[in-house]
């Protein structure tokens, strides 16, 4: 079965950096849309980036901070986040997209379970 599992999440200082990791099993890595989301306490789960093969796509508010990328060979996609802010603290989930909608959580069918990004000011 399709399993997802993030690593990477942790403490870091307003302006610092961290690199989110997203495990893939279960389903042919390559050939899917892997997307980043967040949810805040008491907010919507937002949408972060996406990556369609080589084509990258960004929220506006991580536009040039952060990094999406993919390794097919090893399943795993990425979330390179730079210049983090304290509203960025959120609990960050990669997910398979089955749409062509890919800022749109509706739009994903498999999910990790997600990991917790603290960021102090």
């Known amino acids: 079965q399709v399993q997802l599992v993030e690593s990477g999440g942790g403490l870091v200082q307003a302006g610092g950096s961290l690199r989110l990791s997203c495990a893939a099993s279960?389903?042919?890595?390559?050939?899917?849309?892997m997307g980043w989301f967040r949810q805040a306490p008491g907010k919507e789960r937002e949408f972060v980036a996406a990556i369609r093969l080589s084509v990258k796509y960004y929220g506006d508010s991580v536009k040039g901070r952060f990094t999406i990328s993919r390794d097919n060979n090893k399943h795993t996609a990425y979330l390179q986040m730079n210049s983090l802010k304290s509203e960025d603290t959120a609990v960050y989930y990669c997910?398979?997209?089955?749409?062509?909608?890919?800022?749109?959580?509706?739009?994903?069918?498999?999910w990790g379970q997600g990991t917790q990004v603290t960021v102090s000011s």
């Open positions: 279960g389903f042919t890595f390559s050939s899917y849309v």
């Open positions: 997910a398979v997209s089955l749409s062509d909608n890919l800022e749109s959580s509706d739009g994903y069918r498999y």
